[in-house]
T-cell receptor
Framework: EDKVVQSPLSLVVHEGDTVTLNCSYE??????LLWYKQEKKAPTFLFML????IEKKSGRLSSILDKKELFSILNITATQTGDSAIYLCAVFNYGQNFVFGPGTRLSALP | DGGITQSPKYLFRKEGQNVTLSCEQNLNHDAMYWYRQDPGQGLRLIYY???????QKGDIAEGYSVSREKKESFPLTVTSAQKNPTAFYLC????????????FGSGTRLTVV
């Protein structure tokens, strides 16, 4: 059965901290991995990763995929209170749909 | 602006009643999806539709029904057969899932009272 595990499930940090969120997966026919940010309602797209070792960056956020070890990390540097959200990881299995992990709830305190 | 509109945002239902959640998109996406989100469990797929007049069951379809009579619309009915319907429901669409992922609506929170 396809599975996506995220850790930690929740995290409390202070502004300025650097945060690393983890996503590991087991799927039979990997195609791509997505990261979403969900602040209140609609998840918003952050990154799509398909190749190992290529870091994707957007401002203070970055992400990388390791297809050999079957995981991805999402890094947030200089955390701000606006980064408080649930971060969702999802993996696409060829011929299927995306399988979502449980999410990591990040709380960034002033 | 293009996007996905879900309504209502909050919905209360008495036990034994059916209720329909609306999802409309003006993105011209062929595929539409319904997910259920519960705390600590991530998003679980209820139903999806790749094209008008066709839809498939997802992982947790029991107690739910859908229709896809128009490309823009994919309503979800939560029936009285759904044993634990209280949850947050997200609708999504995609032009090509493996390349672009999902565009999500803002969700409907359903509470059974």
């Amino acid at each position: 059965e396809d599975k996506v595990v995220q850790s930690p499930l929740s995290l409390v940090v202070h502004e300025g901290d650097t945060v690393t969120l983890n996503c590991s997966y087991e799927v039979t026919n990997f195609r791509s991995l997505l990261w979403y940010k969900q602040e209140k309602k609609a998840p918003t797209f952050l990154f799509m990763l398909t190749s190992s070792g290529i870091e994707k960056k957007s401002g203070r956020l970055s992400s990388i995929l390791d297809k050999k070890e079957l995981f991805s990390i999402l890094n947030i540097t200089a955390t701000q209170t606006g980064d408080s959200a649930i971060y969702l990881c999802a993996v696409f299995n060829y011929g299927q749909n995306f399988v979502f992990g449980p999410g990591t709830r990040l709380s960034a305190l002033p | 602006d293009g996007g996905i509109t879900q309504s209502p945002k909050y919905l209360f239902r008495k036990e034994g009643q059916n209720v329909t959640l609306s999802c409309e998109q003006n993105l011209n996406h062929d595929a539409m999806y319904w997910y259920r989100q519960d705390p600590g469990q991530g998003l679980r797929l209820i139903y999806y539709s790749q094209i008008v007049n066709d839809f498939q069951k997802g992982d947790i379809a029991e107690g739910y029904s859908v229709s896809r009579e128009k490309k823009e619309s994919f309503p979800l009915t939560v029936t009285s057969a759904q044993k634990n319907p209280t949850a947050f429901y997200l609708c999504a669409s995609s032009i090509q899932l493996d390349l672009y992922g999902y565009t999500f609506g803002s969700g409907t929170r359903l509470t059974v009272v």
